[in-house]
């Protein structure tokens, strides 16, 4: 038997193990299976010895583990860039960041394009590190606003990367194409929040990406398109940074569309 899962504290809500064992079913996989572990952050490091002693060909890491498990694995650039680790093989024993391929992938998937454009990244946490980067890299002009100034002060000088504080005023004022959301603001079951205040006008026919899929169309969402614009949930980049972990420890291509379906239904389920 091949043995994958993630690790959190708590991970009963994890919905990566009904979109990866939905995956080894369709491609006849039998020999695969994707377990949920409930680590405490005291136990972390021997946990991984543990996983790799029994066999595990690799993890997912989630919260609030991705940063502690860089200690215990070599991080490859991506990973010590962004600061955080969601996946290791522990074959080579190494630590990456899926978060990053699986958000620029379904922005691709979607046809988003993001060399040279205006893009307001929404929040400084560790999933605007992820989109930071990935936009960065891709030829955005990156303006970041948040709550708390002082942590895109520090995300922007660990990135090292070329993006600018702003504050909501000037960000709807800066022509943006593209709004991502990388804050927990409007996720279930707080469904009647926004990130985007409404004392500041919404910017017209602009692109959403909420990293919010609970529920799947967020208030913002709903903001962006009653204004002319576009708006593209979060599901697509859950799907695809767990397609790019499928990929590492089975070397084979992952099947998106079955991993979407099993997620949806998930979802479905659970209220949110
Ligand atoms: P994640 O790993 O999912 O990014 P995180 O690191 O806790 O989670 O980051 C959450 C982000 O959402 C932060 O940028 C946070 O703002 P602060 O940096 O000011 O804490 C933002 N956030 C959460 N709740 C918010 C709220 N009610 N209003 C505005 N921003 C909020």
């Known amino acids: 038997m091949n043995k994958v899962g993630v690790i959190g504290w708590p991970v009963d809500h994890s919905l990566s193990p009904v979109m990866h064992n ?15 572990m409930a680590i405490p952050p005291d136990i972390v490091g021997l946990s991984l010895r543990e996983l790799r002693d029994h066999g595990f060909t690799g993890i997912n ?27 290791i093989d522990f074959r080579a ?11 620029m992938d379904d922005l691709a998937a979607h046809g988003v394009e993001i060399a040279g454009q205006n893009v307001i990244v929404l929040g400084a946490g560790g999933a605007a590190r992820a989109a930071v980067y990935g936009l960065a890299q891709a030829g955005a002009n990156v303006a970041i606003v948040n709550r ?4 895109t002060e520090q995300l922007i000088s660990d990135l090292g990367v070329d993006a600018m504080p702003m504050t909501f005023e000037k960000a709807a004022k800066g022509k943006a194409a ?6 927990s603001v409007g996720m279930y079951p707080k469904i009647d929040d926004s990130p985007w205040t409404d004392e500041v006008p919404f910017p017209p026919r602009v692109t959403v990406y909420d990293m919010v899929y609970r529920p ?8 962006a398109e009653a204004n ?16 790019a972990a499928f990929s590492i ?6 099947p998106v569309d079955v991993m979407f379906a099993a997620l949806e239904e998930a979802l479905k389920e659970n209220s949110g």
């Open 216 to 223: 799947q169309t967020t208030k913002l969402m709903r903001q």
């Open 249 to 254: 420890w089975t070397g084979q291509e992952a």
């Open 93 to 103: 024993n190494v630590g990456t960041n899926t978060d990053v391929s699986g958000f």
């Open 148 to 151: 708390t100034p002082e942590k």
């Open 228 to 243: 002319g614009g576009r708006a593209i949930g979060g599901l697509g980049m859950l799907v695809r940074q767990g397609a």
């Open 61 to 87: 890491v989630t919260v609030p583990h991705k940063q502690a498990v860089m200690r215990y694995v070599t991080a490859d650039e991506r990973a010590q860039a962004i600061g955080a680790v969601n996946t």
């Open 178 to 183: 593209l709004i991502v959301n990388c804050t």
């Open 22 to 36: 939905a995956a080894f079913a369709a491609l006849g996989m039998t020999d695969w299976f994707y377990d949920k």
